[in-house]
């Protein structure tokens, strides 16, 4: 990790009145981070890269952290507009480069697995095209619940909106999910 420039950096007094080094909240929090980041971005994210930019991001921010929040929520919401601000580069640059995207797959390497990694890879790439076509409001309750497993209650606090918004967004996300997927087989 690129984190080893920063790792003596000191996050401002918690509430507790204890200072938390980076170092600490990169330890207690980086596996969290790396799994939203992987569950929010999908398959084809340079998960490292994100990670270190949501710790970059914390670093710089960390006196705008004033406690009102968990500090697992505060970097979720940080790895949230990572990953949404990476996905949304990516697509303007997959429209740009649209034209010549036959050629450079050509040019990747084939994969040596087996067949049920390849359908398996191949279903979970379907997936998450499916989810990049939902709106952030659907998308991000949809992976939080479904595939991190989180309770409501953890989505809401995570996701800043109340527990009743956060089951009206999982059953209309869910049936858009279900119609895209639909439509494309």
């Not at 659907?138 to 918004?165: F, N």
Request: proline letters at 3%; glycine letters at 4%.
């Amino acid at each position: 990790m690129r984190l080893h420039i920063v790792k003596s950096m000191l996050l401002p007094e918690r509430a507790s009145g204890r200072r938390e080094s980076l170092d600490g909240l990169y330890e207690q929090h980086a596996s969290d981070v790396k799994r939203w980041a992987r569950r929010l971005a999908g398959p084809r994210a340079d998960l490292e890269d994100l990670v270190h930019d949501v710790f970059v991001i914390a670093l710089r921010r960390r006196f705008s952290y004033r406690g009102e929040a968990s500090v697992k929520t505060w970097l979720f919401r940080i790895t949230h507009h990572v990953v949404r601000n990476r996905m949304r580069r990516g697509f303007i640059r997959r429209l740009l480069f649209s034209r010549h995207q036959d050629a450079l797959v050509s040019l990747a390497p084939t994969p040596s697995t087996p067949q049920e990694e390849i359908e398996r890879r191949e279903r979970h790439v379907r997936l998450y095209r499916a989810l990049d076509q939902l709106s952030d409001s659907y998308r991000t309750p949809l992976i939080l619940y479904e595939i991190e497993g989180l309770s409501g209650a953890e989505v809401a606090e995570l996701s800043g909106i109340s527990l009743a918004t956060v089951w009206v967004r999982l059953y209309r996300g869910r049936a858009k999910l279900l119609d895209l997927l639909n439509k494309e087989e």
